[in-house]
């Protein structure tokens, strides 16, 4: 009897260490994961800035991590939706220690392709297109880091001195490189129809004259006559309709 109770309490000490191991070793096995802690965040298809945009995640979406660069400022990641790609470490948050993840050499940052700029001035705008807003200009000589184009190739999204990023008309850059190795990114707005302006009308009245009518309207005499097609000052009517600008 005495040795069927030691075989059953081996047999219990077996069995709970067995259990506390297969809990440890799924422990292990579980990947380290990261979260979001910025507003946006680009995964890109190789670590740096060079490489295209494959998706964009926001802040709180939690990733499993998989690799690191040599530096691990950029880490391989997968989504749960089985998107994988690179992403800056600055602006994820896990008590991973990145340097543990396993070192991923298969693509190092590729060579920026810069823009020189050759007007006198080029403006930067908010999107691919004059229809949106001007963010500042950038003077001519100057060369800027590229981040994307439009799929026609006509606008380049550059990286600014203050961080931030802009579209400019390619047209006015010396690129160092082919602009199709850019990855294309938003398209072009058309440019805005001005409305047709209304003007204003004056019916002339007896003893007027274009001076004392341009004083009422507050224009000049000349831009009322260039605009009603009048030659000669002086040759205005009683019950003449005029334009006033």
Excluded: C
């Excluded at 800027?144 to 999204?157: E, F, I, P, Q």
């Excluded at 938003?186 to 009518?213: C, D, K, M, S």
């Amino acid at each position: 009897m005495r040795h069927l109770y030691r075989i059953l309490s081996v047999a219990i000490v077996v069995a709970v260490l067995g259990g506390s191991f297969g809990l440890a070793a799924t422990a292990s096995a579980q990947a380290p994961t990261a979260t979001v802690n910025t507003g946006a965040l680009n995964i890109r298809s190789g670590p740096g800035i060079g490489y295209g945009v494959v998706f964009s995640v926001y802040r709180g979406v939690s990733m499993t991590l998989l690799a690191r660069n040599g530096d691990a400022s950029w880490v391989r990641i997968s989504l749960d939706n089985g998107v994988q790609g690179w992403v800056n470490s600055s602006y994820i948050a896990t008590s991973y220690p990145l340097y543990s993840l396993p070192l991923d050499g298969s693509g190092g940052p590729v060579a920026a392709i810069t823009g020189t700029v050759t007007s006198w001035a080029l403006n930067v705008r908010t999107g691919p297109g004059i229809g949106y807003a001007r963010v500042t200009a950038i003077a001519n000589g100057t060369t800027w880091t590229l981040l994307a184009r439009t799929a026609d190739s006509s606008w380049v999204k550059l990286l600014l001195s203050s961080g931030g990023t802009g579209w400019v008309n390619a047209s006015y850059l010396r690129l160092s490189g082919a602009i199709t190795t850019l990855p294309v990114e938003g398209g072009v707005v058309p440019t805005p129809t001005p409305p047709p302006t209304a003007y204003r009308t004056h019916v002339v009245q007896a003893g007027e004259n274009l001076f004392r009518i341009a004083l009422r309207y507050g224009v000049s005499m000349w831009d009322i006559a260039k605009l009603n097609h009048i030659i000669d000052l002086r040759l205005i009517y009683a019950g003449q309709v005029l334009l006033i600008p």
